[in-house]
């Protein structure tokens, strides 16, 4: 579920958060930036669907806390950038994985294309 893969995410968040790559150390991470800790919850999941919906519930939550448009770019670009942004907290990026959460619960998740998009 969606909700789940957020929630594993939150908690590796919460154990170490970075910026400027997906994980360190390899092989056994101990800290991830935002798209590495979505990436890794997900892993679990037989279905890649559940990892693309979670991505796309993070683009909305950062719309949604932070007024952002959207963007020419989307998907893990736009996170990734989102995340590495100068100044950027590791409050805020759990900030967004909550709210991501909270819409999972709320969405009624319709079925995603195989692009991400309703």
Do not use: K
């Not at 893990?76 to 759990?94: F, H, K, Q, T, Y």
């Amino acid at each position: 579920m969606t909700e789940d893969v957020l929630e594993r995410a939150e908690a590796f968040l919460r154990a170490g958060w970075l910026q400027g790559r997906l994980a360190h150390p390899f092989p056994n991470p101990d800290a991830y930036c935002l798209v590495g800790a979505v990436c890794a919850a997900g892993m679990a999941e037989t279905d890649g669907r559940e990892i693309v919906r979670a991505y796309a519930l993070i683009e909305r939550a950062i719309r949604v806390l932070h007024g952002e448009p959207p963007a020419a770019e989307s998907g893990l670009l736009r996170i990734a950038r989102w995340n590495d942004a100068p100044g950027r907290r590791e409050s805020e990026v759990l900030q967004v994985v909550i709210r991501a959460r909270r819409l999972a619960r709320g969405a009624g998740l319709e079925p995603l294309t195989a692009s991400g998009h309703r």
